[in-house]
T-cell receptor, first 114, second 113 residues
Framework: GAVVSQHPSWVICKSGTSVKIECRSL??????MFWYRQFPKQSLMLMAT?????????EQGVEKDKFLINHASLTLSTLTVTSAHPEDSSFYIC??????????FGSGTRLTVV | AQKITQTQPGMFVQEKEAVTLDCTYD???????LFWYKQPSSGEMIFLIY??????QNATEGRYSLNFQKARKSANLVISASQLGDSAMYFC??????????FGSGTRLLVRP
């Protein structure tokens, strides 16, 4: 089946540094990738939609300069949290649409900013 | 407005019994899809079942069935013969015409032995 590999699974970084999260589609071409953020015991909130070869579309209230999304190829989309702060600590998860067949999700990244 | 509502923050069920998790939705799109996902403590999203807005019959996948009532805009998940491994967070989600999946707030299910 269609698999999205997400790395790293967890990361701890110092406040002020940047962190890059990668999502790779292993056996299919992901033209569209969605990035979600999930706080503990809460739902998944859509942050942005990335389409291969074009700029990402951010949801209202999401800082595009803080959460840089790049979708340079059909198999790789990245989310970079720039100048991370403790309030950016969260669970980040990507998802690729399979059209009418639904969605496939990465395994998620737990980010802790100290 | 597109919205998914799950009114049960937490549910308990006895092992081997059935449980229903509620989900209502709101959309003006004529075509949409409804999903249920299971999220264990590891965080991965596990697809359970899908119902298309034009599907005449309720979807079933093993122990999971979806009670789809289009007029009431509800898509409840029924888990039969609960198992201890079913303890997890369950999310109802809707795919509108934009294909941006919208999630409900989730229901935490705990299966008692």
């Amino acid at each position: 089946g269609a698999v999205v590999s997400q790395h790293p699974s967890w990361v701890i970084c110092k406040s002020g540094t940047s962190v890059k999260i990668e999502c790779r589609s292993l056996d299919f071409q992901a033209t569209t990738m969605f990035w979600y953020r999930q706080f503990p015991k809460q739902s998944l909130m859509l942050m942005a939609t990335s389409n291969e070869g074009s700029k990402a579309t951010y949801e209202q209230g999401v800082e595009k300069d803080k959460f840089l999304i790049n979708h340079a190829s059909l198999t790789l989309s990245t989310l970079t949290v720039t100048s991370a702060h403790p309030e950016d600590s969260s669970f980040y998860i990507c998802s690729a649409t399979l059209g009418v067949y639904g969605y496939t999700f990465g395994s998620g990244t737990r980010l802790t900013v100290v | 407005a597109q919205k998914i509502t799950q009114t049960q923050p937490g549910m308990f069920v006895q092992e081997k019994e059935a449980v229903t998790l509620d989900c209502t939705y709101d959309t003006s799109d004529p075509s949409y899809g409804l999903f249920w996902y299971k999220q264990p403590s590891s965080g991965e999203m596990i697809f359970l079942i899908y119902q298309g807005s034009y599907d005449q019959q309720n979807a079933t996948e093993g122990r999971y069935s979806l009670n789809f009532q289009k007029a009431r805009k509800s898509a409840n998940l029924v888990i039969s013969a609960s198992q201890l491994g079913d303890s997890a967070m369950y999310f109802c989600a809707m795919r509108p015409s934009s294909y941006k999946l919208i999630f409900g707030s989730g229901t935490r299910l705990l299966v008692r032995p």
